[in-house]
């Protein structure tokens, strides 16, 4: 049936996670009309005119290492950061047992100890990268075809891998293929699924600051392939907050000092960023758009995240601004980010879906820079100011608002 | 000499202010190279290449209601604020001596009781506005010639005035001429002042919430006579950060149930403030910008000011920002601004009077749309998004820049 | 049978409200065994070991004006601040409905327009205050009759009535006989709860700033009678917090120039205190301490309230402390109190209970002084400080410690 | 002339550093008249009636690594912090001078790196630890000969040293003897000074976290010579407050889930601390007081101290605190504390100075536990609330007024 097959498939990394759960828990409230869109910026116009797929249609699948299913740890997150309902959850409680079923276990390869702790089961064989990539694609691709869907979409949301400090294996393709083979290597399981993904045509959204896609080699295949992708780091709170904040400040030529952020949380990614390594890779990609939004010249910046278990989801942060303004005088602004990381990651993560559905139907391949305002470090795209990377996503939307009102000639690939 | 005939006077109602006396200081303290430029935004690019009056090359004069002069202004500020040092006061005290001397008594008909209180020496004799405007106006000229300037701009920094409600006087050009001639008036001295800046052909601007030449007989006579003129209140900490803040929950479709804002500040504004009506006036400005941005469905929107003379010139506002997200989670934002609300102002002032001084000798008259990034209520300006009228000023001076480098024909009028 | 006619009756006026409801579902939650004590101070050492009753054994009724029950009460919660949880309150259904049953109708004689505007059903037909007093009363007697009950401690919980300017009506005791029987007498709601409650014999606590017991004829009677009365509105937030750090700048000469505190809070409470004259009532207790704590010379402060709807029961304040140290320096400190009211205010109620109910069987009659600590405005108390409020409870435990384990004579009434 | 012989000489290690400048420059300004006394303890009652020493009467030198002189140290501090008004430092410029000429050179023997850099001119020699010892107790000997002291009191305010291992060597008398002969010993220098001053019959106070004198052996010393002494790292600020508010919650059983604390400063003493050993040892004291208040029972704590160096002597905490009440319901306070460090602490050493004083009058020696509440970790003395040490103070003072008023014997040695 042309409905069946026109189905978009979702599979996500990390599918029993908090953002995942949150994902499939709203989305099936959506679609019972017992929950509301608030947070979905393509719930805005003109974003919602262009022809969007439904939140309420998505299939979804995905790997895990941990063990459960979607029911309990909707409940857990009811339990401990009181932000589900009960009573919702009890609503939906059917569906997320039915797409528990979907969810296959995943792979833990050079993630780092941290994340290596929460696997659960036998330990994992050691493998060569490649035949690990082979596993998990086909696994995706049987789903895809279980559920007739016309395309999947595979979304990371696992927690985040050491910092990789800058290798010649990823820049060159042929170091890259060797890698795969090397039973030694050490790619990062985010790289292999991104590989397996890639590989397998299905666009790829890596809301994680773990490697994904995001190295010279992979984007070589993607484009070259023409398969939809883009990454990296869901930008949900205080970054947000810094790459709106910022701006001002340089407009109006008051010199930044000194920028600190502070950072608490206490859920399953705090406790993987509790540890040295992983913690980097993320502290990394705060501070970045800050210098380059404010210029490097006598600026001070840091970026601090602990883990506090108590505040389990509601991801608290700090910042300190200090400036100088008119003859010299130092002044300071202050602010306390309240949110709860994954009522803030999932809606996000389901307007990339939508977003990538949508250019894969219109033929669009490769990075999708317009999607830059969602990320913190937006792979390819250089504008580290929000209300500019955002610029670019309505003119996408107007763009294809036009493309819809005039008769369409045939995708150009 | 042709130097001389082409210098640029500033006359600045309420000149003994906290603010006047700023930019006074700054002026000369720049002028010798011993401050920076900080604050200035018209001192980054691209706007500090349109060919903008020197800071150091503008002459001051202005009205004022209290006794003193301007070096004594500044060491209240240096000994109360502590912002401005006293070893950088005692360098310029020469030319404050010297610019005192400029200062004429001015005239508060109509700005309710806190403000008459500063009145110094012999109570004001009742006169008619227009008599008033013509002894204001006078001075005003004769500062022009005594020093040799081509064209004189007129700054509002006076205390605000009480609210005054909509009023068809000010709605008809012919009412409002009546109400010039009425000895039984209400006029306030912003409006009277502004009519005698703009009857004298003198560019305007009105950095206060006051009414000014924000009234649509008032904007009609300056449209007519081309006079170049633009308003209302200086928007110089936790406005500007509102209006940064509020597209961002927009754009993310984080739907804002209330913001609240209590400002708290010890200056001679906030003595005046502290009296009922003066506030509404101020409070109405302060909240206006949000409303626009986030809409009025299911908003709660308030703002308090409150005198805390400890503080001095050191306004602090606390905001408060609770919104919900995905699946009606509620979370929330907070900041606290510690602004020394002079140093924040005194440089956005000198912006607007180097802007107005360049389109007055561009030719250009009538309301100064392209300004409206600096106000809380642009007169005749809707977009209330910060980063968007500040693409206003941005084209506007691209514009002007493309004009230097292509041959200009003569000026339209 | 003697288990039941030592039964500890409690009979709330505002029974229906937020507190009234946490408190009912809190004790039979802790009976159950399904939640604990946290926050309940009659929980740590020595308060435990002074033979105090069972939060699980006491018996609920009271007065309300509004209509419903308390499991309605409680979903209402559940749903708005997410505090408590929803699996929680179904295990409690049960009492919660039989409970519910022991709820009458109040009175809202001179409570103000925003208290009368919750009433539902009829109007109240106007009476005599005294007539008022003895249906209330009746009503009291009744419920521990019902119940076996051998004491009934009354509670005021009901919204805060208007301020009540000093009369000298409640001065004197024949005067205030005479209001009681005039039927165009002001006396309010909470004087005449009051009166009831204390012409009955029963213990009497005032939780909220509403007069009640708190006036000179009041105590004489309540002293004479030797019944166990305490008040005035109960400390539980941002005046608990000032009551500790205001002690520090004192003893560290640090000089406090300004405290100026901004309370917003969304549930009934704060509807009502949106009222102006109800606000009065409220923040004049609130600034007392401080005053009475860091002396009057020179020191500035203000509290503010502001009703804002989507906090509904998470009263969050924000105080800004500016103070003078060494050589003239001002700092500041600032804080941000997130409290659930209702949550802090139950179980300091339920302290309360136990505390008054074991002064009756201790024979101690007339103000409880050594409750002080629970209280903004401790009645008859002058001490300020909230740790020197503390150390007199502290002290009469051990005392009362001491006494059980000596052989007791028999209570002196 | 017994006016002369019965001066208190002051001398201070870090005599250079911002606190020593601050309370240089602030006892002359007292002296004159030009400054009040705020922040200080000694003068308020009942502590200022027990006849201390007049901070006019002091008499100042030390011991420095660092080169330069008083009044630059004031002017930096004028220019950075923008605290001490330049009016201020010019009017006691004179004696600035004169008792610059009373610092000697110092040592900064196993300080660490981060101190070590700031030494100034030739590298210091090797030397034994004793040796430098009897170099440095000759010159405070000579230093109150000089000024006709009848007493020297030695304050510790270097920077902090690296924190040091617990380490028998200090347990054990024998032990500490063997490693003041041994050239190849790790002593550092604050142990070193300590034992000058002990050595030489001088009042010890250490207001740095580093271990001067607080090791058994040194204790055993100072008590079997008589010699007063206490410490360790006065309590200024972010610490303060956490003595403060901590037994609050413990008090209403509200059960503290996790308290973080971040601070930022930009100081010398930032600059030290930004390396991690020296960073360890303040963390650490400054964390131990809560786990002591609130137990350890599912506590989570943490201190970050980052370097800021914009702030100067602005040092910044922001402070969360998670705390559960009443049905499990998990709520929040948070604080931010801007003081200026050097104009709380001078005050506060100031104090001590004054009280040592009277202890060694009053023929007092050993370990001077009534002065608890001024240090983070006081000495052997355990009890860890503000107000509870505090009342040590406060009974001192009340005893001292007493032997006051009544006829005094002879001091017991």
């Known amino acids: 049936m042309s409905k069946t097959n026109s189905r978009t498939g979702v599979w996500i990394i990390g599918a029993l996670g908090s953002v995942a759960t949150t994902i499939v828990v709203g989305c099936e409230a959506i679609r019972r009309g017992i929950a509301g869109t608030a947070g979905l910026v393509t719930e805005t116009s ?102 007739g869907c016309s395309r999947v979409i595979v979304l990371n949301l696992a927690s985040t891998e050491p910092a990789v400090e800058p290798n010649e294996v990823y820049d060159d393709l042929e170091g890259f293929r060797k890698a795969l083979e090397d039973p030694e290597s050490s790619l990062p399981a985010s790289v292999i699924y991104a590989y397996a993904a890639i590989q397998g045509g299905h666009p790829y959204i890596n809301f994680t600051p773990s490697l994904g896609a995001s190295i010279p080699a992979r984007i070589q295949v993607a484009d070259a392939r023409g398969v939809p992708h883009m990454g990296r780091d869901g930008k949900t709170g205080e970054t947000l907050v810094k790459s709106v904040l910022a701006p001002m400040f340089k407009a109006r030529n008051l ?62 942060a700090w910042d300190f601004v200090h400036f100088e303004g008119f003859l010299g005088t130092k002044m300071s602004m202050q602010f306390t980010w309240q949110g709860c990381d994954s009522m803030l990651a999932a809606p996000l993560a389901l307007d990339l879906i939508r977003l990538t559905d949508l250019a894969s139907r219109r033929g669009e391949g490769g990075l999708l820079g317009h999607l830059a305002s969602f990320f913190k470090t937006p792979t390819g795209v250089s504008e580290p100011a929000y209300y500019r990377q955002f610029d670019l996503l309505l003119e996408y939307a107007r763009s294809a608002l036009k493309d819809m009102s005039t008769p369409r000639k045939a995708p150009s690939r």
Chains 1, 2, 3, 4 share one sequence.
């Not at 919602?48 to 699948?61: M, R, T």
């Not at 659960?120 to 990268?129: D, I, M, N, S, T």
């Not at 206490?266 to 705060?286: C, F, Y």
């Open 46 to 147: 003109p974003l919602k005119e262009i022809g969007l797929v439904e939140v309420g249609d998505l299939v979804f699948g995905g790997h895990e290492i941990r063990e459960g299913g979607l029911l309990e740890s909707a409940r857990e997150i009811a339990r401990n950061a009181r932000s589900i309902p009960e009573s919702l959850i009890s609503a939906v409680a059917a569906p997320l047992e039915e797409i528990s079923k979907e969810i296959r276990t995943g792979t833990a390869l050079h993630c780092g100890e941290s994340i290596q702790k929460l696997w659960a089961g036998a330990p994992e064989a050691p493998v060569r990268p490649v035949e690990a990539a082979e596993r998990l694609g086909a696994e995706i691709e049987a789903f895809g075809k279980r559920n």
């Open 255 to 316: 010199k930044v000092l000194s920028w600190v952020g502070y950072n608490i949380l206490g859920n399953r990614d705090g406790e993987v960023l509790s540890n040295g390594p992983n913690n980097l890779a993320k502290v990394r990609d705060k501070d970045d758009a800050l210098r380059r939004i404010l210029g490097e010249d006598g600026l001070h910046t840091s970026v601090r995240i602990d883990y506090v278990p108590s505040l389990d989801d509601w991801k608290t």
